[in-house]
């Protein structure tokens, strides 16, 4: 009776290195980008010259904070029933303002109502 092959594993220890290139490969070199000064920085792309100082803004290093108009800042996560979401949904759609804002109005109308209480 014979007995079976066992499988023979290769040795992964050696790493990248039992990996070799053929023998007459030169290095491949890739060309430097341009750098550009920030004056000329937009000078050979066709924008608009009002949309300079706005493309200049962008290359900021670190992002400006974003301001919202609103006064909106708190982030609100809730589980709805399908038909409240529907009809808040509706709302923002049929009078084209936030969702946000329909609330906002719906909370209103609920502390007039006096069911609320106050502030």
């Excluded at 007995?3 to 023979?8: A, G, Q």
């Excluded at 493309?55 to 108009?69: D, W």
């Excluded at 979401?85 to 049929?94: C, P, R, W």
């Amino acid at each position: 009776m014979t007995t079976p092959k066992t499988p023979v594993r290769r040795d992964l220890t050696g790493g990248l290195g039992a990996v070799k290139a053929p023998g007459n490969v030169e290095p491949v070199s890739l060309p430097e980008p341009p750098v550009a000064g920030s004056g000329d920085r937009f000078k050979t792309v066709p924008v608009a010259a009002a949309d300079l100082d706005r493309l200049e803004a962008n290359q900021a290093p670190v992002a400006p904070k974003r301001e919202r108009a609103t006064g909106r800042n708190i982030p609100f996560t809730t589980r709805l029933r399908k038909d409240t979401m529907e009809y808040i949904y509706g709302q923002a759609n049929s009078r084209n303002i936030p969702i946000a804002a329909v609330i906002e109005e719906l909370v209103e109308a609920h502390r007039e109502a006096g069911a609320g209480g106050g502030r």
